[in-house]
């Protein structure tokens, strides 16, 4: 199981940014897949997943409305659109799969994620 994020940049508040995380080793039946997020001194978060079985997307309350993630299977690559971006949005982000259900409280539990991709850093600042 392999991933690689991209995408990752300087943007000012209000502006956007899409991130890229290309996968390989298997494919999303059975796989949950999503986004984290580490800020400074903060423990890592999840921001959004598309669940293995249900196929339905999450998000973190704080991105509600801002963030979409989305998945092109003929690519092997899952997205995050990044829109209305703030400052408490700077954070490196990261990709994770499992394999396995999880319950709905679960789904954004980073401890519940055993495969990583490298972060890539999104500063939102002016």
């Known amino acids: 199981v392999q991933l690689q994020a991209s995408g990752g940049g300087l943007v000012q508040p209000g502006g956007s940014l899409r991130l890229s995380c290309v996968f390989s080793?298997?494919?999303?039946?059975?796989?949950?897949i999503g986004w984290f997020r580490q800020a400074p001194g903060k423990e890592r978060e999840g921001v959004s997943i598309?669940?293995?079985?249900?196929?339905?997307?999450r998000y973190a309350n704080a991105v509600k409305g801002r963030f979409t993630i989305s998945k092109d299977n003929a690519k092997s690559t899952v997205y995050l659109q990044m829109d209305d971006l703030k400052p408490e949005d700077t954070a490196v982000y990261y990709c994770a799969t499992r394999s396995g259900r999880l319950v709905v409280s679960a789904q954004l539990d980073a401890a519940q994620y055993p495969y990583w991709g490298q972060g890539t850093l999104v500063t939102v600042s002016s």
């Open positions: 598309i669940s293995a079985y249900d196929r339905r997307t």
């Open positions: 080793g298997f494919t999303l039946d059975g796989y949950s």
